[in-house]
C-alpha cells in the first residue's frame, strides 16, 4: 500500500508524555509516585507499538522526549516492561512475569511464539565436514539467517543469505562487488572461472542471489518454503567453498 504522505500521529504517546510529566513532579519533589499513576503509565508504555516511527503535534511534547528517554532507560529506575524487575541497577526477568511476557509478544504480534518453536525443531542441524573451515563471521550471519527464518522473516533471511554470498566471495578472492545490478553474480561466475569455488556452490550462489534481488528489488516476496530452501543452499554453498577441496 503506497503512503499517502501524510503523518500519522499517535495520540498514545501524548497521553504518555502527560503522565510522565504527572509523575516527574513527584520526582522533582522526591515524593513516592502514586501506584496509580505509575501502573497507568506502565500499562500504556507497554501498548505502544515499537516498530513505528513516532510523531507529535504538540511541540512542548516533543521537548519532554529525551528526559522521558533518559528516565526509561535508566536501569536504576525503570524496568522497561511488567516482565522485568530492577536489583541492585539492573534489569533482571521477573519469574511471575515469565507467563505474561508470552501473551505480551503473541498480543503485539512481534511473533509467534509457538508456531516459531515448531518451525525451529523441524530445521534439521546445519551439519558442516570437518574440512570446511568457515569464518567466524559468516559462521554467525548463517546463524542469523536461520533464525530469521525461525521468527518468521523470511524476506530477512533470504536477503542475510545473500551477505553471505558477498563476504565469502571478497573473502575467497578479494573482489569487493560493485554497486552495479547482478554485479554481485559477475563476482561469483569470476570465482567459478578461477576455481576457487565448484560447480555445485555456482549453482547454490546463483539460486541465492536471484532469490534475495526479488526481495531487493521489490519483484517479490520470500515464502516459508524458499527461505528455507536457501538457508540450505547456503549452508552447501560454505561448506563446499571452504572445504580443501572442491570438486
Not at 41 to 54: G, H, K, N, V, Y
Not at 89 to 104: H, L, N, P
Not at 231 to 247: A, G, P, Q, R, V
Request: with cysteine.
Amino acid at each position: 500500500m503506497e503512503s499517502s504522505g501524510e503523518i500519522e500521529h499517535h495520540s498514545e504517546d501524548e497521553k504518555l508524555i502527560s503522565l510522565f510529566i504527572r509523575m516527574r513532579d513527584y520526582i522533582g519533589k522526591k515524593k513516592e509516585i502514586p501506584q496509580e499513576l505509575e501502573e497507568e503509565f506502565q500499562e500504556l508504555f507497554e501498548s505502544i507499538d515499537r516498530l513505528d516511527i513516532r510523531y507529535f503535534k504538540n511541540k512542548e511534547f516533543a521537548s519532554v522526549v529525551p528526559e522521558l528517554l533518559k528516565y526509561l532507560y535508566n536501569p536504576d529506575t525503570y524496568p522497561l516492561s511488567s516482565t522485568m524487575i530492577v536489583e541492585g541497577g539492573k534489569r533482571v526477568r521477573d519469574e511471575a512475569g515469565i507467563s505474561d511476557y508470552f501473551e505480551t509478544a503473541r498480543e503485539l504480534n512481534i511473533v509467534d511464539l509457538l508456531e516459531s518453536v515448531d518451525t525451529y525443531f523441524e530445521l534439521v542441524p546445519p551439519y558442516i565436514t570437518e574440512k570446511a573451515k568457515i569464518p567466524k563471521k559468516l559462521s554467525v550471519i548463517y546463524r542469523e539467517s536461520r533464525l530469521c527464518y525461525v521468527l518468521g522473516l523470511y524476506n530477512a533471511s533470504v536477503a542475510t543469505s545473500r551477505i553471505i554470498i558477498e563476504l565469502s566471495i571478497k573473502d575467497r578472492i578479494g573482489l569487493e562487488p560493485t554497486e552495479v545490478l547482478n554485479s554481485l553474480k559477475a563476482k561469483l561466475d569470476k570465482a567459478l572461472e578461477f576455481g576457487i569455488i565448484s560447480n555445485q556452490a555456482w549453482e547454490c550462489g546463483k539460486d541465492i542471489i536471484h532469490e534475495a534481488n526479488q526481495v531487493l528489488h521489490n519483484k517479490g516476496l520470500a515464502t516459508k518454503e524458499k527461505a528455507r530452501e536457501i538457508i540450505e543452499k547456503t549452508k552447501d554453498f560454505l561448506e563446499t567453498t571452504y572445504s580443501k577441496i572442491n570438486k
